[in-house]
C-alpha cells in the first residue's frame, strides 16, 4: 500500500502542536512538582512530630525551695524553665494532680511549634491558632480543640515524698 504525501501530512504532528505539547507537559510538570511541594508544607504543619526529643537527661526540683510553692498543695501549676538543653530551652507547665503525682508538659504547640499561652485550672490556649489543651488532671496536656493534631508533649515524672523531690525526665 502506497500513502500518498497528503496522508502522510494528515498525521504528522506540526511545529505548533509540537510546541504546544511541549509547552502543556511543561506547565503540567511544573504544576504537579509545585502541587507536591505545597502538599507536604501544609501537611507538615499537622504531621506528629515531636517538638521535645528525649535526651534521659533528669532535673531534681526540691518542692520547699523558694519559686516551687505552687507545688506544694494538689491542684498546683506552675510554668518553669530548666536550660537550653532542656525542652529546647522552652518552658515546662508542672501540675500536681494528687499528694504524690506530678504532670509536666512541653510550652510548645505541636501544631505550628508556638508557645502556648499561660495556663489557667482547667485549660490553656496557643495564640497561634487558636488550639486549646487541657489543664485538667485526668487528660493534663490533652488537646482539647484546635488544628494542633495531639496533645502536648509530656515528660515521665517521679516524686519522693520523704525528702520533697520532685524528679523530671527530659
Do not use: W, Y
Not at 115 to 123: A, L
Amino acid at each position: 500500500m502506497q500513502l500518498s504525501s497528503q496522508s502522510i501530512m494528515k498525521h504528522k504532528p506540526t511545529d505548533t502542536s509540537r510546541r504546544n505539547f511541549l509547552k502543556t507537559a511543561t506547565l503540567g510538570s511544573l504544576a504537579l512538582v509545585g502541587s507536591t511541594s505545597l502538599l507536604s508544607t501544609l501537611a507538615g504543619c499537622g504531621e506528629d512530630n515531636p517538638t521535645s526529643p528525649r535526651t534521659g537527661e533528669r532535673v531534681e526540683v526540691n518542692l520547699n525551695e523558694n519559686g516551687f510553692e505552687a507545688l506544694r498543695e494538689v491542684g498546683g501549676i506552675l510554668r518553669r524553665n530548666f536550660g537550653s538543653n532542656r525542652n529546647r530551652g522552652k518552658d515546662v507547665i508542672i501540675r500536681r494532680t494528687a499528694q504524690t503525682e506530678f504532670r509536666a508538659v512541653s510550652v510548645v504547640c505541636p501544631h505550628a511549634q508556638c508557645d502556648i499561652g499561660t495556663p489557667n485550672q482547667n485549660s490553656v490556649t496557643c495564640p497561634c491558632h487558636q488550639s486549646m489543651f487541657s489543664m485538667q488532671a485526668g487528660n493534663f496536656g490533652a488537646r482539647l480543640s484546635g488544628p494542633a493534631p495531639r496533645g502536648l508533649d509530656s515528660f515521665e515524672t517521679a516524686f519522693n515524698a520523704e525528702t520533697q523531690i520532685l524528679t523530671i525526665t527530659f
